[in-house]
Structures are given as C-alpha cells and as structure tokens.
C-alpha cells in the first residue's frame, strides 16, 4: 500500500508540473513576441551626396557626425552614403533617375532642375514633414525655391552668393587696387597678365563654373531681369545686352584673363590654382568660405590673405554690383519610390534640424535655416558676405539651375565653346533659342 500511495503521490505531481509548464510555456512564447513586436525592423537609408571628405572636408566632417548621432538614437537604422564629386553626382542622379534606381534620400537643385523629376514621378513631397513645424526654421522664401504647382520636393540646406575672391597679397605687390568698375577690373587684368600671374583661377571643364561669369555680364550690362527673361520666354537669349555679354567673355579670353588651360581643368583644380597663390582672383560661391576663413588644412596665412569683392558694374550698364549670382544651394529630397520612404523622411528632418549652426560655426556657410548669429564668433569675412546678402538688391538663380536639364545641357555646352572660342557670340545666342524653343519653353 505504501508503494501504491507513493508511485500515486509520483504520478500526480509529474501531472501538476507538467500543468505549470504547459501553462507558462504560452505566457512566456506571448512576452517574448510582444518584445520583438515592440522592437522596430532594421532598417538601410541610402543617402547620396556631393560633399566628398577630398573637396568639402568640413561638410563631409558634419554630415558623418549627425548620421553618427541619428544611428545611435535610432540603432535600427543603418544609413549608407555614396559621395560623389558635384559634375559626377549631376551625371549619376539622371541615369539612375532614367531606371527609377535613385537612392532613399539624395541632393538637388532648385528651379527648372527639379522640375523633370517632379514630372516623372521621382521625388515625393516633403510638405508633412514640414508641416510638423520644420517651416517656421526656413528663411522666408527657401522652400518655396523647390515648389512645383504648390508642392514641396526637397528642403534646402544652404544659401549662396558668388564673390569675386581676391589674394591681397598679389594685389599689393602689384600696387593694384580693388576695381571700382568694369574697365578698371579690366586693366587689373591686363597688369596681371602682363607681369605673367595668372590673373584669375577657372576650371571650365565643369562649364558652370564660366556660366558664372556670363551671367554676372549678363546682369551688369542687361540689367537684373535680362537672363531670367530669355529662360522664361518672356524675353530673348537674342538680346543685345546677352551678345554684349557673351562679346566680353572673349574680350577676357583674349586678354589671357583665365589661367592657363581652364577649359581642360576641373572646378577643383581651377581652384588649387588660386589656393596654390598661382592665380590672383577666384569666382565662386559662399560655399567656399570655409577654405578661406576656418579650414586649418589650409595655411593661415594664405586665408589671412583672402579677400573678395563685388563684380564690378559695367559702366553704361542696366546692372549694379548689390546685384548676386546666387540663391538657394542644394536641398534633400527623398524618392517617390524608396521602400523606406517615412525612415528616410524623418532622417531629412533630422538632419534639417541638425544642420543649421553647425553650418555657420563649423562649415562656415550660410544655411537655409535661421540662426542667431549675434552671439557667435565668426570670421570677418563670413560676416561681411552676410552682411552683403541681406544687403542684396536682387539674387538670380544659377542660370543652368533655372532651366530644364536638356536645354541646361545646351546652356553648358555652349558656356564651354564661347570659352574656348568656338562659337560666336552670336551663334551662342542662337543656340541657346533653339534649346529653349525644342523644350517647348
């Protein structure tokens, strides 16, 4: 009987643990699937941009920092960058535009360049991530740069006006004087030349490099109104004041203004050309003050050195030097067709947000984005740009960012051949109607 009772005792509590167990084996299995629920999928953001650590060391620098930060607050996110340098990322964004291959989140332009990818269904509207209050940090009239029929396609992160930089040291040497006009910015030229110093750096392989220069002639001799007028049809690339233009492009040329085989040199090695002290003068955006006001890989004494000024008005001209070649710089955008659209959006936020004094304090541009700079410490001539741009009477948007790509194309190609002596001025001219009458525009 003892036996029995004990085997019974055995038998019924091998049933009751296998009751516990049964019992919490679901309980368990049912937490540890709401765990994993409550974890969110991993996630790849492919992030395209034109900063290279080579060519914007500083941007490249801030761009890796805030990723860094996004990826730490958010560890499901593994964003995946691909930098390319600004004529190849151009080349690269409309091939894989043409197969609908575009990366989650990319770099454009505003005006007539975004407008093919709006058409073809391309990039998907921002205007919820800006309507969760990212607005009210734009200045006034960024956005609306990168609107077609009232929709907002990409969120700029820069502004830009065109300086003509200056190395103080040559002129002083050469007992030059920044020029007041036209003719006298010419004769600095002629002096220049004439002591065999390369008077001003250019890499016109790029084409849009020139097209600075044709549109501030265009603006001096023409007026404020003249270049956009013929893109926009509502005037002529025919006009007078545009041959003028294209006329005085040559004169340069022919005066040996650029240095030595611009029209084979790349932006960045134009540049190296006024970095190296081997050119006296350099055109280009504010996006290059930080080479010539923070960036430490770059002597002191060469930035020290540094100055701009003004392009010069043409004396008879309908143009004033408060007059810039500018406006809103590159923006993000985020593809219509991106399998992780919403993570790529709040990304663009984010780094939005991040973005802006980090540009002026570390990156030394000006961002699309207000920031109070009265308490912070910046360089003299970032302040003076500044001061310049609120300054500014009027700021025409890049002339090849204006229009459509093909006819932008034809602009560039010709920007090249006006250079290179190959066109005439009126030819130029004519070229750029036909672009402009096949696009319909």
Same mark, same amino acid.
């Given at each position: 009987?003892?036996?029995?009772?004990? $085997?019974?005792?055995?038998?019924?509590t091998?049933?009751?643990?296998?009751?516990?167990?049964?019992?919490?084996?679901?309980d368990?299995? $049912?937490?540890?699937?709401?765990?994993? $629920?409550?974890?969110?999928?991993?996630?790849? /953001?492919?992030f395209?941009?034109?900063?290279?650590?080579?060519?914007?060391?500083?941007h490249?620098r801030?761009?890796?920092?805030?990723?860094?930060?996004?990826?730490?607050?958010n560890?499901h996110?593994?964003?995946?960058?691909?930098?390319?340098?600004?004529e190849q990322? &151009?080349?690269? +964004?409309?091939?894989?535009?043409?197969?609908?291959?575009?990366?989650?989140?990319?770099? *454009?332009?505003?005006?007539?360049f975004i407008q093919?990818?709006?058409?073809?269904n391309?990039?998907?509207?921002?205007?919820?991530i800006?309507?969760?209050?990212?607005?009210?940090?734009?200045?006034?009239g960024? *956005?609306?740069?990168?609107?077609?029929d009232?929709?907002?396609?990409?969120?700029p992160?820069?502004?830009?006006?065109?300086?003509?930089?200056?190395?103080?040291?040559?002129?002083a040497?050469?007992?030059l @004087?920044?020029?007041?006009?036209?003719?006298?910015?010419?004769?600095?030229?002629?002096t220049?030349?004439?002591?065999?110093?390369a008077p001003?750096?250019?890499?016109?392989?790029?084409?849009?490099?020139?097209?600075l220069?044709?549109?501030?002639?265009?603006d001096r001799?023409?007026?404020p109104?003249?270049?956009?007028?013929?893109?926009?049809?509502?005037g002529?690339f025919?006009?007078?004041?545009?041959?003028?233009?294209? @006329?005085?492009?040559?004169?340069l040329?022919?005066?040996?203004?650029f240095v030595?085989?611009?029209?084979?040199?790349?932006?960045? @090695?134009? &540049?190296?050309?006024?970095l190296?002290?081997?050119?006296a003068?350099?055109?280009?955006?504010?996006? @290059?003050?930080?080479?010539f006001?923070?960036?430490e890989? /770059?002597p002191q004494?060469?930035?020290?050195n540094?100055?701009?000024?003004?392009?010069?008005?043409v004396?008879?001209?309908?143009?004033?030097?408060?007059?810039?070649?500018?406006g809103?710089?590159v923006?993000l955008?985020?593809?219509?067709?991106?399998?992780v659209?919403?993570e790529?959006?709040?990304f663009? &936020?984010?780094?939005?947000?991040?973005w802006g004094?980090?540009?002026?304090?570390?990156?030394? /541009?000006?961002?699309?984005?207000?920031v109070d700079?009265?308490?912070?410490?910046?360089?003299?001539?970032?302040?003076?740009?500044?001061?310049?741009?609120?300054?500014?009477?009027?700021?025409?948007?890049?002339a090849?960012?204006?229009m459509?790509a093909?006819?932008?194309?034809?602009?560039?190609?010709? /920007?090249q051949a006006?250079?290179g002596?190959q066109?005439?001025p009126?030819?130029?001219?004519?070229?750029?109607?036909?672009? +402009?009458a096949?696009?319909g525009?």
């Amino acid at each position: 009987m003892k036996r029995k009772r004990y $085997s019974l005792f055995i038998v019924l509590t091998m049933v009751f643990l296998l009751a516990v167990t049964g019992c919490a084996s679901p309980d368990t299995t $049912s937490n540890e699937n709401a765990q994993a $629920s409550d974890s969110p999928e991993s996630v790849t /953001i492919d992030f395209m941009h034109l900063w290279p650590a080579g060519g914007s060391e500083l941007h490249n620098r801030v761009v890796n920092e805030i990723i860094e930060e996004y990826q730490t607050a958010n560890p499901h996110v593994k964003i995946v960058q691909e930098v390319l340098e600004n004529e190849q990322y &151009k080349n690269k +964004l409309q091939v894989i535009s043409a197969s609908n291959q575009l990366p989650d989140i990319g770099m *454009t332009w505003s005006g007539g360049f975004i407008q093919p990818y709006v058409e073809g269904n391309r990039f998907t509207p921002l205007d919820d991530i800006l309507a969760d209050g990212l607005k009210e940090l734009f200045v006034a009239g960024t *956005t609306e740069a990168y609107q077609v029929d009232g929709k907002t396609y990409a969120l700029p992160l820069e502004l830009n006006i065109v300086p003509l930089y200056y190395n103080k040291a040559i002129f002083a040497e050469h007992n030059l @004087e920044v020029p007041k006009n036209f003719e006298e910015f010419k004769r600095v030229v002629q002096t220049l030349a004439d002591n065999n110093v390369a008077p001003i750096a250019l890499g016109n392989k790029d084409r849009w490099t020139g097209s600075l220069w044709y549109m501030y002639l265009a603006d001096r001799i023409g007026g404020p109104e003249v270049l956009t007028s013929a893109i926009n049809r509502s005037g002529s690339f025919e006009d007078e004041s545009l041959i003028k233009a294209a @006329e005085e492009i040559q004169n340069l040329v022919n005066m040996n203004a650029f240095v030595r085989g611009f029209n084979g040199l790349s932006n960045d @090695e134009g &540049k190296s050309e006024f970095l190296n002290e081997k050119a006296a003068m350099y055109l280009m955006g504010s996006w @290059e003050l930080p080479n010539f006001t923070t960036n430490e890989e /770059i002597p002191q004494e060469f930035r020290d050195n540094v100055g701009y000024f003004k392009f010069p008005a043409v004396e008879g001209g309908k143009g004033n030097a408060d007059s810039w070649v500018g406006g809103p710089g590159v923006g993000l955008f985020v593809a219509e067709n991106s399998p992780v659209k919403e993570e790529a959006k709040k990304f663009v &936020k984010f780094f939005v947000e991040r973005w802006g004094e980090q540009a002026v304090t570390r990156v030394g /541009i000006i961002p699309a984005t207000t920031v109070d700079t009265s308490a912070l410490d910046l360089p003299q001539l970032y302040i003076d740009v500044l001061n310049d741009l609120g300054n500014a009477s009027n700021v025409t948007l890049f002339a090849d960012v204006q229009m459509r790509a093909d006819v932008a194309e034809t602009h560039l190609n010709m /920007i090249q051949a006006l250079f290179g002596n190959q066109v005439t001025p009126e030819e130029f001219a004519k070229r750029h109607e036909e672009a +402009l009458a096949a696009a319909g525009k």
